[in-house]
């Protein structure tokens, strides 16, 4: 098991999060946020909504970044390095945690300057598949007064974690409610779920 795998593991068991720097080499977030960037630029980017089924919606007030959801079918060779780590870390969990993890799906997020995500739940009311949550940021350079936190709460605080190029975060999607404070610039991060079968 690499380092990074079983540093996740780990805190995972104990903590039920975990944020770890440098998932991905520099050049590979690089690579990401360059094919990111393209996409936004070329219109491959959707509003993200919230809700499930009959209930999804877009709802900017809620929910303010935009979308573009990644495919096995015409990725990159970037993005299948990518997903391979995520698989490395799939069946590192499984191995160790006995979770039953056997999918994860993932899209690019672009916040704009200013756009956020109020606290909310990954997990839909109605559909408990998605069992794990993961950011990868993809930002350059980024600074504490670039903002744009990720904010995990617990039962009596909250923790912020600066979207940082090439850190990873995972938390149990049912057991964490979070939200994204608003970034003073674009802020970009490949975002996704492990899921188990409903």
């Known amino acids: 098991m690499s380092e990074p795998a079983q540093h996740v593991v780990a805190e995972l068991s104990e903590h039920g999060w975990c944020a770890y720097d440098n998932f991905i080499s520099d050049t590979l977030t690089e690579t990401l946020r360059e094919e990111a960037c393209n996409q936004w630029n070329g219109g ?16 900017r007030d ?24 995520f698989e490395e870390l799939r069946l590192a969990i499984n191995r160790d945690l006995q979770l039953g993890l056997f999918e994860f799906e993932c899209h690019f997020a672009r916040y704009p300057a200013g756009g956020a995500y109020g606290r909310h739940l990954d997990q ?67 975002t996704g779920w492990f899921h188990r079968r409903p």
């Open 124 to 190: 839909f009311a109605k559909n408990g598949s998605r069992l794990l949550s993961c950011v990868l940021y993809l930002n350059e350079a980024w600074l504490p007064a670039d903002e744009g936190e990720l904010r995990l709460h617990f039962l009596d605080h909250h923790f912020d974690i600066a979207p940082v190029g090439g850190r990873l975060v995972c938390f149990f999607s049912a057991r964490f409610e979070h939200e994204v404070l608003p970034p003073r610039r674009q802020r970009l991060s490949l």
């Open 44 to 59: 491959g980017f959707r509003a993200g909504g919230v809700g499930s089924g009959a209930l999804h919606r877009h709802d």
């Open 62 to 85: 809620l929910r303010g970044d935009d979308v573009s959801w990644l495919e096995e079918k015409g990725s990159t060779n970037a993005q299948r390095d990518c997903l391979a780590r």
